[in-house]
């Protein structure tokens, strides 16, 4: 990709230029090598459309908040004021929503307010996680590390969530255009060939009634069908966000085949990775414990840390807590939490517990990948074998009577 920045060499000039590179780590590398310390930076041919889109819909993306929280640890190593610091990212981010909100804070900083408290004004684009390891970062004086595995932190999460999506984007959009092109043809395919067979008055076999039945549907009631999808899907969506139907949903998808295991490791991956930035943080664990239960996806796993942290203030060990939701979480990871209590390196052993399910997780779709892909071409190959039959055996049938 290719990047325009603004840097400062080592006289404290400020420069400015282009320069292509994987990613910001890349590109803050090389200019590091060439004696300058990033300061801002952007993509080039970034669409402009995604500004109006971004007011919208209200939205801040965690590669926004990537981005944020490393050139704002970068600039306050090289010097530069908060609110200077904070001007300089809102001018440089493509999002214009985001731009407001940092806008809001740099005002809020420059009335006297700690960055940790104007953040907090923003909950939908940092949450408590956010705003209390900058807070702690602040309190202690050692906030340009505290960026540091909050960028971490966030750029992990990234890319745990990627690589969920990319496993199931290929089978979501086979299966979305067998759905279209299915009904394409019941409507307007289908009907003309199973017209000649009715006229011919040929007994029709049971697979070729079904086919029949399923396009006069279309044909007759199409626009309901269209309606009553939509208030499903509707409907769905706003029971899954209701307290009972959350719990349901969430029950049913622990226990589904594979998809189960990944939402396990997932949330186990997110729940060390971030008590393990928190430790080192210096957030104390019971109020690290409390905030990680709100950020955690499935809600059985927000009890568990909810009761854990309760757990823990009444002087309970984490590893004992944790051991009644044998469930929830594997062997593994109990036996590694035991131990970095023991061993009084719990920070560094949630950090390895979170790479070992990140990889798992990692692996587990790519596989997933490779045998959606096979299982998606029988269904495709057994549809279309069973709508070749059910066309064919009526012709054979009409021929026989001619």
Avoid: C, W
């Avoid at 010097?79 to 005002?107: C, H, M, W």
């Avoid at 007759?220 to 209701?242: D, E, P």
């Amino acid at each position: 990709m290719q990047y325009s920045y603004k840097a400062k060499n080592k006289k404290g000039e400020i420069t400015t230029g282009e320069m292509s590179a994987q990613d910001i780590d890349e590109l803050s590398s090389k200019l590091s090598r060439l004696g300058s310390v990033l300061m801002s930076s952007e993509e080039i041919d970034k669409k402009k459309g995604n500004i109006e889109i971004s007011k919208i819909l209200k939205r801040v993306s965690i590669v926004d908040k990537m981005l944020f929280t490393r050139h704002l640890g970068v600039m306050l190593r090289a010097g530069l004021p908060f609110s200077r610091a904070v001007t300089v990212l809102a001018e440089q981010t493509s999002n214009a929503y985001f731009k407001d909100i940092l806008l809001q804070v740099k005002e809020d900083i420059q009335k006297g307010n700690q960055l940790g408290s104007s953040l907090e004004k923003h909950p939908k684009a940092f949450n408590s996680l956010f705003v209390n390891m900058i807070r702690v970062g602040e309190t202690s004086g050692n906030l340009e590390e505290v960026l540091d595995i909050l960028y971490v932190q966030l750029k992990k999460d990234h890319q745990l969530t990627s690589k969920i999506k990319g496993a199931m984007m290929y089978p979501s959009v086979i299966v979305f255009a067998m759905v279209v092109i299915g009904a394409l043809m019941m409507t307007y395919v289908i009907p003309s060939l199973l017209e000649v067979f009715t006229d011919a008055g040929v007994e029709l076999p049971t697979s070729t009634k079904v086919i029949l039945f399923v396009s006069n549907s279309f044909q007759n009631y199409g626009i309901y069908i269209l309606i009553g999808t939509i208030l499903s899907i509707y409907l769905f969506l706003k029971i899954i966000k209701t307290n009972k139907g959350k719990r349901a949903f969430d029950y049913t998808l622990l226990h589904l085949p594979t998809i189960g295991k990944i939402i396990s490791k997932v949330n186990m991956a997110r729940f060390t990775r971030t008590l393990s930035s928190m430790i080192a943080s210096g957030v104390p664990i019971v109020k690290a414990l409390d905030i990680i239960s709100e950020t955690l996806g499935n809600v059985y796993y927000q009890d568990s840390i909810r009761e854990s942290s309760a757990g823990v203030q009444k002087g309970v060990s984490l590893s004992e807590v944790i051991k009644k939701y044998d469930k929830l979480y594997f062997p593994l990871m109990l036996h590694m939490i035991e131990v970095g209590e023991e061993t009084g390196t719990l920070q560094e052993t949630l950090k390895q517990v979170a790479e070992f399910y990140e990889d798992e997780v990692e692996q587990i779709t790519s596989n997933l990948s490779a045998i959606i892909e096979p299982v998606l071409m029988l269904v495709i190959g057994g549809g279309v074998g069973l709508f070749a039959v059910s066309i064919i055996q009526p012709m054979y049938s009409i021929m026989e009577t001619m």
